[in-house]
């Protein structure tokens, strides 16, 4: 019983080094990501509404944005599409969609806006798909939409310049 114990012992610690060491191998790479992400985005600048990236296997279009004043608040609206450069199906993440205003702050996409909403899920290889998602938003002179695909490894980001006489209908 005793030989048994220092065995288990012995293979628990094993295996808590071997944790450890590739724990520590991801957080590095992950470092790395980020440095790479960082530097392309700073060095490529902003796209303009209009303009496609691509994005991991995605190619993204943001067609068009414009701010919508709902009863005490600001809604940013944007049209955008995906189209699936892989073989295979590939899952678009919404959640990895972000606006952010002229002050710095960031904003989620808001599930329950009524629009010609876009969304998520599976899309089939060379597929396309299009909608808009709508962002509750404090009243700002500028707007960036960005998308970073889950791994981290891509970034792209867009020039929402909304003119101020520029509304919904307008």
Same mark, same amino acid.
């Given at each position: 019983?005793? +030989? +048994?114990?220092?065995?288990?012992l012995g293979l628990?610690?094993?295996?808590?080094?071997?944790?450890?060491?590739?724990?520590?191998?991801?957080?590095t790479?992950g470092?790395?990501?980020?440095?790479e992400?960082?530097a392309?985005?700073s060095s490529?600048?902003l796209?303009e509404?209009?303009?496609?990236?691509?994005?991991?296997n995605?190619?993204?279009?943001?067609?068009d944005?414009y701010?919508?004043?709902?009863?005490?608040?600001?809604v940013?609206?944007?049209?955008?599409?995906?189209?699936?450069?892989?073989?295979?199906?590939?899952?678009?993440p919404?959640f990895?969609?972000?606006v952010?205003?002229?002050?710095g702050h960031?904003?989620?996409?808001?599930?329950? &806006?009524?629009?010609?909403?876009?969304?998520?899920?599976?899309?089939r290889?060379?597929g396309?798909?299009r909608g808009?998602?709508a962002?509750?938003?404090?009243?700002s002179?500028? &707007?960036?939409?960005? &998308?970073?695909?889950h791994?981290?490894?891509?970034l792209?980001?867009?020039?929402?310049?909304i003119p101020?006489?520029r509304s919904a209908?307008?």
């Open positions: 019983m005793d +030989k +048994k114990l220092w065995l288990l628990i610690l094993i295996l808590g080094f071997f944790s450890g060491m590739f724990i520590q191998s991801q957080r790479a470092d790395q990501q980020s440095f992400q960082t392309s985005a490529s600048g796209l509404i209009g303009e496609t990236a691509e994005v991991g995605f190619n993204i279009t943001v067609h944005a701010v919508s004043s709902e009863q005490n608040s600001e940013l609206v944007a049209d955008l599409s995906f189209q699936n450069l892989a073989e295979d199906p590939q899952e678009i919404l990895n969609i972000l952010t205003d002229g002050d960031t904003y989620e996409n808001l599930s329950s &806006y009524d629009d010609q909403r876009l969304v998520g899920g599976q899309i290889a060379g396309l798909r808009t998602l962002f509750e938003v404090d009243d002179s500028h &707007y960036e939409l960005s &998308y970073t695909n791994s981290g490894s891509g792209a980001a867009w020039n929402l310049a101020e006489n209908g307008s």
